[in-house]
């Protein structure tokens, strides 16, 4: 397979491709250092001097250049052009952004699969805000600081945040715990001689009135 470049020219570096380029059109070019095709979607690993660049080529995007991909075998030397993609940490199957019903259908099923072992969550309702809180209980229990859920969580105030000491059992004990009561020694009280010259040495008070 053998294309020419035509009036294509080099703009980035694999290696130098960062997040401030999401939304650029930029174009590769180097060897195919790996590729996998995960079930329409083809994944090629583009390497060049400066260090490595993952290309996805999406059939609903651009058909004639997945078609190209999928003929792809390493070690090839190719060209690429596209649009650099935002940095998205969980992304489909078709290599889009996840979206908040996407992440729905994925929870949903793993809940009917755990399901299968725990009856009890059949019974639950189990969505992610649930799990947002789960986590943010979890952070609490392992750092006991309220200050990092809050910055997990992106609370605007730390007021917000508080709901998770209430609803921790774990944070109740240990301030129980740290109140520790004053030890206390038993034992006989002996008075001290400087103690004892300064009762006798008071006076007595006398009543003036006659007795009967």
């Excluded at 397979?1 to 059109?25: F, I, P, V």
């Excluded at 940490?89 to 290599?95: H, I, L, T, W, Y």
């Excluded at 725990?118 to 200050?147: E, F, G, M, W, Y």
Aim: some cysteine; glycine content about 8%; overall charge positive.
């Amino acid at each position: 397979m053998t294309e020419g470049l035509g009036d294509w020219t080099r703009t980035h570096t694999c290696g130098e491709l960062r997040a401030a380029d999401a939304g650029r059109t930029v174009t590769l070019m180097g060897w195919v250092h790996r590729r996998r095709d995960h079930g329409g979607l083809v994944f090629l690993d583009l390497r060049d001097r400066t260090g490595l660049a993952q290309c996805v080529f999406n059939p609903a995007t651009s058909s004639g250049a997945h078609g190209r991909a999928e003929a792809v075998r390493g070690e090839f030397v190719l060209a690429v052009r596209g649009t650099v993609p935002a940095p998205d940490v969980f992304v489909s199957a078709r290599g889009q952004p996840l979206t908040r019903s996407g992440f729905e259908y994925i929870l949903t099923k793993h809940v009917q699969t755990a399901a299968t072992s725990c009856p009890s969550l059949s019974a639950k309702r189990i969505s992610p805000h649930v799990l947002r809180h789960t986590c943010a209980l979890t952070v609490l229990q392992a750092t006991k600081d309220l200050r990092k859920v809050s910055l997990w969580l992106g609370h605007a105030h730390m007021q917000t945040t508080e709901m998770y000491t209430r609803a921790d059992p774990s944070v109740k004990l240990e301030a129980l715990e740290a109140m520790i009561a004053p030890k206390l020694r038993s034992g006989r009280f002996k008075a001290t001689d400087k103690l004892i010259a300064s009762l006798t040495s008071r006076p007595v008070m006398r009543s003036n009135r006659p007795s009967r």
